[in-house]
């Protein structure tokens, strides 16, 4: 099978499963994975703000949507979001070395 098809194939059962159980934000999550591993930024950030609108304090939603921006160069969106997340985890250890990787610029 193609990687073209697999994508397709893959995108479209996570789409009909945000549709079947939009308050589930595992979903956006992987939605969101498929698009950043395709280099898709804009769409991997569009699902993860969908995400947060069901599950506004969901840790890896807000994580994965930072380091998409962050990949967007949107160092000052990412810097937010890193923040948010320390916010509500302060022992969020990936968040503190993305926050540390990007203010020391």
Do not use: C, W
Request: a neutral charge.
């Amino acid at each position: 099978m193609s990687n073209i098809r697999f994508f397709a194939r893959k995108e479209k059962k996570l789409r009909e499963k945000i549709e079947r159980a939009p308050q589930d934000p595992e979903n956006y999550l992987r939605l969101g994975k498929l698009y950043f591993l395709n280099s898709d930024y804009a769409k991997a950030a569009e699902v993860y703000e969908r995400g947060l609108k069901v599950s506004p304090r969901e840790k890896s939603l807000l994580f994965n949507y930072a380091v998409t921006r962050e990949a967007q160069q949107d160092l000052e969106g990412a810097k937010e979001m890193f923040l948010e997340i320390l916010s509500i985890d302060p022992n969020h250890q990936a968040a503190q070395e993305h926050l540390e990787k990007i203010t020391d610029f």
